[in-house]
């Protein structure tokens, strides 16, 4: 299937940007759609943003639009998530996610931890 891998993650003060990145192998042409969630602690994890590959693509979480953006490389194996503007409220564990074709949202990465201070 595919293996996604996330990295980047870490303490930043409020209002400063962070970047993270999104590595997959495996069968990455099978891919419809990669994206990012996150998860607060004692919250449900939430969806920040998407890419759906054929043409391209993105949808953004009400609560992020302006200050995130996905960018995906020319081909599936590597999406970055370019945080600005972060909130104390961004604070969560990140996770790389994959939607294959006729699939759901069922690959995962490990979760990179990001913590906004005040």
């Known amino acids: 299937q595919v293996q996604l891998v996330e990295s980047g993650g870490g303490l930043v003060q409020a209002g400063g940007p962070l970047r993270l990145s999104c590595a997959a192998s495996?069968?990455?042409?099978?891919?419809?759609?990669s994206g990012w969630f996150r998860q607060a602690p004692g919250k449900e994890r939430e969806f920040v943003v998407s890419i759906t590959w054929s043409g391209r693509s993105t949808a953004y979480a009400d609560s992020v639009k302006g200050r995130f953006t996905l960018i995906g490389s020319n081909a599936k194996n590597t999406v970055y998530l370019q945080m600005n503007s972060l909130k104390p409220e961004d604070t969560a564990v990140y996770y790389c996610s994959g939607r294959l074709f006729g699939r759901d949202w069922d690959s995962w990465g490990q979760g990179t931890q990001v913590t906004v201070s005040s």
């Open positions: 495996g069968r990455t042409s099978s891919l419809y759609a």
